[in-house]
Nanobody, 114 residues
Framework: QVQLVESGGGLVQPGASLTLVCKASNDLYTINNWGWYRQAPGKQRELVATISKRGATDYSDSVKGRFTLLAISRSTVHLNMNSLKPEDTALYYC?????????WGPGTQVTVGS
């Protein structure tokens, strides 16, 4: 089954940029869609961005124009985050939808604050 590992999170000031990386291993041929979700303390997990196998992207209104999701290779996607705001603070999770199910990474923390 697919395994996911996220990296690239950290503590940054408002207005800064970060790039989150998600790397997948095993059964890559089964991946149809990639997604990034986030969960802030006390809130439900929410969708940030998705990219299909054909490269079509979709973004939540809260990040549209600031975040960009790129498929770097068959096993790696990048979430480029610009103009970060304190409300972007959350645990960010990578997700893939495959022919056999849905898989999640353990998450990477992004904290935006002065």
């Amino acid at each position: 089954q697919v395994q996911l590992v996220e990296s690239g999170g950290g503590l940054v000031q408002p207005g800064a940029s970060l790039t989150l990386v998600c790397k997948a291993s095993n059964d890559l041929y089964t991946i149809n869609n990639w997604g990034w979700y986030r969960q802030a303390p006390g809130k439900q997990r929410e969708l940030v961005a998705t990219i299909s196998k054909r490269g079509a992207t979709d973004y939540s209104d809260s990040v549209k124009g600031r975040f960009t999701l790129l498929a770097i290779s068959r096993s790696t996607v990048h979430l480029n985050m610009n103009s970060l705001k304190p409300e972007d603070t959350a645990l960010y999770y990578c997700n893939v939808e495959t022919k056999t199910g849905e898989y999640w990474g353990p998450g990477t923390q992004v904290t935006v604050g002065s």
